[in-house]
Structures are given as C-alpha cells and as structure tokens.
C-alpha cells in the first residue's frame, strides 16, 4: 500500500503555488503562524503589498513593523499610506511626515516598486527626496502636491537618471503650476513610460487657475498641456508616446483631444479610461479617424456627464463600431436620453467577457436608470457569448408579486450566456402596489428568493444545453461604477451555496455573501491608482472577501424564529429546498402579501417585547401593529389573534364566490360563512375590469372574429385578470398577415408621403419612374407585389431620415405612441422592406432596376441616421445588382459578353439573343443611368469628406470601358416603355439640375485616375500634376458657365434681398403647413404643378452649389497639400522616383500647357477668395425649407469648406475670408448643430425636445441671413 502523504510532504515548490492562492491577508497570517517553513513561504505574499495609516497613535507600532529582524520586510514591493481619520488633527501632518520618514529609513534599499500618498494634502518634500536617494528601482511614480519646491534637490541626487530606469507608470494629480512643474520632470525622464493616470483637481485649488489659461483653446495649447508635455514641442512634429494604458479623468478635452492625440500613439493603446471629462466626445471623434484609430485596445472605461444634444453618447456609439477586440467594457452616463447602441458592443461579440452599461437621465438617482429593450437586451446575450461580468439595468419587479413577463424575458436572456459567473443588477426591485417600505430583514429575504430563482433558471438554461452552469454571484444595487464614485447605493450580493435534504439530495440556494453602505465607508478624496483599482473591483463585490465573523458577532443573524405549530402552508420557507422548475415559476415562489405580513410579525416577534415597546409598540398590541409595513387594503389578511386572546377582523378586496352572492362578513379567509357551511372558500371568481374599456385589445378581438379566427360564441381563456397578457398573447399568436402599404401607415399619409417623397426627394434622386409608381400605386400593386412594396417602403424611409419634419407634419393627427418620432417611423419602413424582399432576393428571376433603387434607399438611410455599415452593405448592393443587369455599361446594357466560349454554350456573338439577359426598355435604360450616376456622385462625394469605401470604386472610364452615357434630360412624363418623346422648350427639366450635379464631380475624372494609379496625395511629377489639378479645376468652373437661369443663385442684392427668395420662411408647424406647401393638395392643378416645380429647382439649386463649392474647395486644398510636400521634399530625385512608363499613359489626361509656379500659387489663393465669396453667397442665399431636403449631404459639403477655409494659416487667408471669419464661424457652428439634431431622434421619450431645438438652429441661421443681408452681404465688405 503507497504511503500516504500530507501537506508538509510536499516539496517546498508545489506548497508555494498553493499559498499563492490564498488571498485574504488573515489567511496568510494564520498559515504564517502554522510552523516555519510556512511563514518562510507566506510572508513573501503577505508583505508584497502593504497598506498603512500614519498620523496617529499607532505610529508606536511602526517600531516593530520595521525591525531588522522581520523576515517580510524585504518583500515589501507596494507601500500604500493614508492619512489616520483621529478626532484630533492637530500636528497629524508633522506626526505622519516623521513616521514617513522613520519607514523610509529603515526600509531596505531599492526594493520599492511603488510608493502610493493617498490623501490630497500636501507630501513631504523631505521625504521624496530621501525615497528616491534610497529606491531606484521604482516602476510607479506620482506627481503630487509638495510643502516644497524639490525639483532641483531630487536632480542633485546621484544617479539621478537610475531614478527613472524602471518607471512603467506615472501617476500625475496637478492641482497649482508647481505639481505641474514636478509632472513634467516625470513625463520628460520616464523614457519606458508605459500607462499614464492624469487626474487634475484644480478647482480644489485654494487659488485656482481660470478655466482659459488652463485648458487648450482652439488656437493654442492650455497650461496642462503646454506644461507638462513642453518637452515635446512643437507638438505637430514630436513623436508620440507608446502607451498601453491612458486615465483621464477631470480634463477638459473640447480643444485639448486633438493634442493628446499627438502626444500620444493611440493605435498601440490597451487601455483607455475617461472619467469626468468636458468635451471627451472630441476625443472619441478623434479616435474614430483611420489614422488614430486603435488597434489594440482592451478595455474601454467611460464615464461622462452628457449635454442636452448627447454628443458623448453619439462619439461612443460612433467610435464603438469602428474599433474592434474590446474584452472590458464599462459606461457610466448621466444626463442620456438613451443607452449606448447594442450595435456598437455586439462588434466586440467575440472578445468582450465584462459589461457595465449604466445611463440616466437624471446622475446619482437609481431610479432614473435606463433599461435597455428586450430586442436590444437579447441581440448583447447572443452576439457575446464570452461574457463572464454583466452589469446592466433589468426592468421592474416586485418582491411580493409574481414577476413581470419583461423580467422573465432578460432571466431568458442570460441563458445564452455559458460562461457568465456574475451578474449584476442595478435596479432596486420595489413592493408595489404597496407604498409603504418593508423591513430591511424581510426586504432581503425577499431578494434572496429572487436570487434563488435566478440562480435555479440559469441552471436549467446550462442543464438543456448539457452543460453546467457557471452563475456564482447575483447582485443587487449599484455600487462603484468607476471608481470616483462616493455616492453609491448599498448593495446587496448573493452567492450560490449548496444544501442537502435529508435524502442526500444537493440542491443550489442563494446565501447573503455582504451588503454595505458605500457612501459610509469610502474614503474621501483617494486619487492613486492602487485605490483606484480596489474601488473598480467594487463595482460587483464590496470586497474581494467578507469580514471574518467574530465570536460574539455571528455571520448570519437568526432573524427568523423557530417554526411554530402553525400550518405549514402558511409560512414561507426560506430554508427548505425546492425543486428547479422552468418558467411559469411556481406561484408561491413569491410570497403572497398576507405571508409577508407573517413573516414581519415573525421578525417584530424576534425583536423581544422590550424593544417593540421602544419603537412605540405595546405589548399588548400584535407585533405588526406598530410598524404598518403595508397598507390593510392591499391585499387579503391573515387572522390573527391578539394577546388578549380578542379576535381582530380585516377587510378583504374582495368577496369569496360564495359570499358574492349574498352578505359577507369579509373575516377570511375563509370567512365565517364558508366555516360554518364546511365548503371550500376560493378566490377564483373574475374580476370585472374597472375603468374604460382597452380599446387594443378589442381591435385584436375584432379583427380575429373577422378573420374567422375566433369563435364569438367560445369561451375566453382568461378567466382572471392574471391571464389577460397571456389571453392578449393567444390572440396574437397566429401568423401576421402578408404586409402592405397599410402596415405602415394609413392610405391617407402614404397618399401624403408619396407625394412628399416626389417633391422633395425625386429632384436629388431622380427615380424611380414617377408616372408608372403612381399607376402602380393606384392599382394597389403593393397587395401583391412584394418587390413594388420594398421600393415604396425603402421610399418612405429615405424621405423622413432625410426630411424628417415633413411627414411629422402628416402624423400630427395620428396617434403618435406608434412613431414618436422621425427613427421609429424609420425603422418600421425599414422591417416592412425587409419582409416584403424576403430571403433570396437576389436570386429570384424578377430581379430588375427598382430592386437596385430599393438598395440605394435603403443605404441612403444608413447614412442619415448613421448606420455605416448598412450604408456600405445596401450601396455595395445597388451596384452589383446593377452590373448583374449590365446597366453600368456605355451599350449593350442587355447583353453578357460570353467571350470565346464554345458554340454549345450559346455564343454566337455579342449581340446574339440567347446572351440577353433582360429585355431593356426606355424607362429601365434610363432610371438605370439614374441610379448609377447617383452611386458615382455619392461615392465621389465620399472621397471628397475622406471616407475610403474600396467595395464602392467606381473605375474612370477608358477607350475600351467607358462609362454609360448621362441620363436623357427629360422629365418622366415623356419617357415610355418603347419610345421617349421631347421636352418641351420653355420647361426645364429635373434631370437637367441631376445631370450638372454629376458634371461637377465627373469633371476632376484625371485626377482621379492618377490617384488610383499612384495613390492618393501622393507626389510623383509636381510639374505635372501642377497642370492637372489647374486643368480640372477650370473645368469644374466652366460647368455652371452655360446654367439655365432657373437653376442659377443670384449674387448681386436687389432691394436689399435675393430676388430668388420667393417666400419667408415658416417654422415647420401645423397651422404653417399650407404656407409652406401649396403643392401638394392637388398635383392636377397647373398652378400647383408650377409651384412644385419652382420648390424643386430650389433644391437642386442647393444641391449643385454645395457640390460645386466643395468640389472647387477639394481641389484648391489638394494642391496646397500637394504643393507643402512638394517644398518639403530633400531632392529633386525624390520628386521624380516613380517609374516614367506608368506616367505616359496618362498624359492624355493633361493637355499640355505652360505655367509658372508662382502664377498658379496666385491664381489658386485667389480661388479660395472666391470660394469664400461664394461660400457666403450661397449660405445667405437659398433658403432653408430647400436646404433641408438635402438631408446631411448638404450640410456635411458646406462644414467641410467652411473647416478648411478656416483652419489655414493666416499668411494664406484672403481679405474677404479674413473680414468674414465671424460668420464663417456662425454658420459653421449652425450647421454643426443641424447634423446634431438628428441623432437626438433615437430617444422615443424626447421628441418635443428635440423638435424644438430643431427649430431654433434654424430660426438661428434666418437671423444671420437677414443680418448677412443688412450689411450689404459681400458686396457690402468690398
């Protein structure tokens, strides 16, 4: 027989990675105490972090602590020191500073890796000095506040430059110039910096700093920056940190983003925690460019207090679903009108393991926090199944009700999560329908079946999956979400133990692990990391461990006496096992409010006579008699009996069924009647709803008996008013109808939308083919069509993300809960699309141009509301149904090219009839080069905002693959299947305005058909590219040259305004509706019509002058660019490296010509002269009702003119850009809070809000515009 062996047996190795798994310093005092050998070995994890309060009495102790002959002391790597909380603070800085200093004497040298001054006052500059002559081989340091100037004593020490050899982490807290100075001293010699924590507190500051001298401004750096990071100046050519880790906390970064952008190489970033930041949604924005974007990040922490327009949340969302590999992610918002986008965690789907999403509207109130929808809940459990921590708001429940199906529903939820150990639930459940609170003892026993039961569901979730089941931990409350926090709730954690009944059997249940007062025990003003940290961990779990009980203390207070000879199915067994069900639960999984009034007797009975006759109880009363936990009307009572042996009768709600017939005496149950009579007293008799009817639920029913679904005369299934949600859910239970126009909206407003849709919409995005939509649609093709129904929907979407006010004018008086506002009305669109299409779309032999229109919407939808990846995935789609039907090709659009393929195949020829795909007719021709050429400007238009889509490339056309001609300038109504009739002379036609616009941006093809080959901005021939961009830049001019005049802004004042402002302008409202729209009641009248054609050319007018000016704008910044590189070069033979043989092919793209480089230098600043003129001309011109239709595409062209012209250096800025710079300023500003608006429609609770900020940016530029106007507009400055 082997011998057996015990824990000493083992070697000294195998028994040190054991104790390395003991955690609670306690342990690892006792294992020290066990023998030796043992205290040898725990010691080393015992003292590596050490945590000391000085400043009081205690310091005696320190004596002892520091001896020679304390084996630990020589494994200190971590010294945490507080301030001592004594009553008497006299002299405790003097008394903390001597002691500092005592442990810096006798400490042994150079075996520090962190020293940690926790509290705010000022550090001993004595003491730093002597900390770091004695430890060198530090890896954390930390710039704080000092009693003194030591920067020039610590460069005095010896070896001073070994100070800073091993330093991984800096910690710097500025609050006054001096902490800054001594920042900077750190940053500048940490060479091997690896995380940087910046946590500034100068409003604490006895003497603060003004807010304009501290932080960057928009034209130089603030006092932070400029000082601790001078060395790297100028910042623009400095070479950026490699962080892993970043902290901000408390900075302003609205200018300053941009600068840390610099100082720091984000792509290589692990880590990146905000905390408190004004402006961090400039930084996010900053981030999300390509060339900042990171690459490595981890962890993601974020906590911000968000303005009225949620900036901070859009920046969040936009930069979540641009970065990917995230494991951590915690976001704590206050002020949100909305949580962040499922969308943009689910990309993490395959990294993320810990989620902390918290939002509210309203900071520090817990009961303002945002859930989150079942849909948007259930796609986060799904997509990220290596989730181990969620933290998340759950809906409401009540604690002495059966619980709500949207509670089950997130119970559900989780069981897609195998490998969740932790869950945290931030909402409080509440007691309703009582208003009175109950007992903290019964409220958490309360929560403990809840925890029970979540504990129970995830077990049967892991047992239908084979699998086990990973939940250990279930909290409730809000504890520190990050770690500056000191007003957080208590929370109550659960964990999951083991019981055995009396037959053997194991069964799960939920024992209280530790609830605490946060705000009680926090400790005030921490700043280093180290707390920082243990502060984190909070978040979940109070502690890493409970306190030990003492002997006189108890773990677990018995509250609950000892069961008394009452029945047992009056009581509510705690302690006894129940068997794991799955859903419905049990009904008396929760207790009924009369077994809760039991158990608070039960509790005040424990209490003792003496002390319920403190709390003002006598004892003769009953022992719920003097705290009222809940209201007596509330629910059925229990009978109780007094000491005095008298009965004591309770009113119930209601009647038994036996006693509803005749008097009750309403003492049960079971009442006396019942008693006497020996028959059965139940509750099981309905009850009559009261109040009006639910008019919902009796559509349903309605509709049902309709169909034939539902037999009138067959029994309902809900007999009480507790199955009313499932009878509502089985008469919702048969499949939906097949969708149609009416799923939307009514006829009435779609008639409306169609109309809106052709007025406003059509003229930018000339399909699809208006006469034959219009035929269609009065046949009802939608009914039977599926593909006709997706057109009309994607239709309907484009024009409210575009034009989202327009149709709220159709729906003001409808009932609004379906479409609170302009996204919801989206998003509808959007599934009935996707219904009507149906999976395998693209296959069905029915595929034709309008599926490509339909595409198009769609992705045009995407980029309104701000769906990148729906833009790039429905763009992309467009054009390959289009090139699938060969409408991208200049002829033959309705032939395949077979090539040399054998004759077997059906080649016998190009234009042979077995290789026609489609029959072609005028109106598919035509609505094909529609569409195309609207892809090519949308794509170009890309490339001008530098977006970099390589699935949407369009290739410039050449001898052998030109690209299809340009639609024929008629309006629809002359274009038929078989024959396209001429336009009429005096009318000019919307596919004229359509096709300048495409003019404009085909007119730099040279351009780029260099950049494709060579690159973009890059330099390969400055002398002739010089010609190119002078070349393509005359020829975008020469496009308005010969303009229809209807077409044309006019740029010389008349009577003091623009002769082209027809009308003023109305706020979108009701009562304005036929003010601003006189055409679109009867499109039969001719007058009408005229005016809808005027309205239209004036959003043409909008959409070809923005173009226009961007375009000349793009071009005269790419030759400055161009020209910068080009002065910057070393050598003429670095300008000419390229090979010369790719070149030629593109000198015919350039005619040739000669110009002088400073000519051209000239002509091109006078350029952005007229850029500006026009600039202003255009803005103070045209109106706003025509403006709008233009959706972002619009405002995104002139922000980005307007960007550029002012971000260029003063020696290059003109006259008239430099006396204009004001209200350049002014509209940029205008413009940016137009694009801001629409993302405030994603909260369904804030549509008035938002509205009327709407109204007011708009109402704000017509105020420039008229004062642009009184002045004289430019001529007025000349």
Known sequence: MAPKFNFMDLSTDLKTLIIEHVNRPTDLRNVCLACKQLHEIAVRSLYHEVTLDVGSSNDTRLGAFLSPKNIGLQ??????????DVLDKCNQQQQANFAIRMILELLPENILEKFSWHPWSPFSGDNLVLLYKKQKRMKWLEGIALDKEVIEDVKKIPDFERIFENVKKLGLYPDSREVLDYCHLLVKNSKNVEKITLHASFEENDSPIPNRELNDSSTEP????????????????????????????????????????????????????????????????????????????????????????????????????LVSGIKTLTIDLSYAKSLPAAAGIVRHGKTLKSLNVHASRIPDDCDDELVYDYASFSQLCKDCPLLEQVSVAFPQVSVIRSKQDSFINFENCLGNLPNLVTLNITTWPNNNPSSTKLPRKIYEHLLQGLAQQGFERSSTHAAEQKRSSKLAIIAWGSSDKVYDREDSQNQIIFVKGKQVDPLGNEQFTARQHWSRFLAATARPRGKSSARAHACKRARIMSSQYPPPPGSEEPHYTPIYPAPSPQPAHELLAAGQPQQPRLQPYPQDIYPKVEDVLQLQQQANHALGAGQRQQLGTPTGQPAGAGLSPLSMHDAPMLNHTQDSGGPKTNRLRKACDSCSIRKCDESGPPCKACAALDIPCTFERPSRRRGPPNRHAEAIKKKRRIEGEIDPAQPHAASSPTNAAHALAQLAAPPRPKPTAESICSLPIMNSLIDDFFTYIHPLCPFPHEPSFREAWNNREDCGNDSFLALLASMVAALVASFPRKPRLHLKHQTRDFFPNHLALVDRCR??????????????????????????????????????????????????????????????????????????????????EGSRDVPLDYITEQIGRRVFYTLFVGVRNLQQLGASFGELTLLPSTPTEQLPPLPLEVDDACIFPHEILPQPADVVSEVTGFNLNVRIYNSYAALSTSEMAYGIDELYDWD????????????????????????????????????????????????????????????????????????????????IYGSHLSTRSYLVEKYFALLDKSNNARTQHALQSS???????????????TIEAEELEKRMSEEREHVVKDLLVVLGSIDMVNMEPNGDSFTQKIRSIASTLLEIPKERKGSVALQHQDYLYKFLDILSKLERVKPEGSDLSAGSVDEEAELRAWADIRDYQLKFQAQGGVYGFN
């Open 75 to 84: 494994h200190v790597r971590k010294l945490d020191l507080y301030l001592a």
């Open 222 to 321: 603030g006092l932070i920056t400029s000082t601790m990071f001078s060395h790297m100046r100028p910042f623009d050519k400095c070479t950026p940190m490699a962080l892993k880790e970043i902290t901000l906390q408390k900075i302003n970064l609205r200018y300053a983003a941009n600068t840390y952008c610099k100082l720091i190489d984000f792509r290589s970033v692990k880590s990146i925690r905000v905390f408190a930041c004004a402006g961090a949604d400039a930084l996010l924005a900053e981030l999300s460019k390509s060339t900042k974007l990171p690459e490595k990040l981890e962890t993601l922490e974020f906590k911000h207090d968000d303005n009225h327009e949620n900036d901070g949340l859009g920046a969040l969302d936009g930069f979540m679903c």
């Open 831 to 912: 599934e009935i699309c996707a219904q009507a299409r149906g999976p395998g779309y693209l296959d069905k032999p029915s595929l034709n141009v309008y599926d490509a229109c339909t595409s198009y919407f769609l992705g045009l939808v995407g980029g309104y509301t701000f769906r990148w990846r729906q833009l790039r995935l429905y763009l992309g789609e467009c054009l390959t149904i289009l090139r699938s039907l060969g409408l991208h090709k200049a002829k033959d659009q309705g032939y395949t090219y077979l090539g040399q393929l054998p004759e077997a195949t059906g080649s016998f020829g190009p234009k042979f």
């Open 1024 to 1103: 002739q590219q010089q010609r190119m961009l002078d070349q393509v830049l005359q020829r975008c001019k020469e496009v308005l040259a010969n303009i229809p005049s209807v077409l044309q802004v006019q740029n010389k004042p008349q009577d003091g305004g623009f002769p082209q402002r027809r009308q003023p302008y109305y706020p979108p409202m009701p009562e304005y509706a036929g003010m601003r729209d006189p055409n679109l009641n009867s499109l039969g009248n001719p007058d009408l019509l005229e005016a809808r054609r005027a309205m239209q050319y004036e959003i043409q007018k909008a959409n």
């Open 1139 to 1153: 090979p010369s043989a790719p070149f030629t092919g593109l000198d015919r793209l350039v005619a040739s010509s």
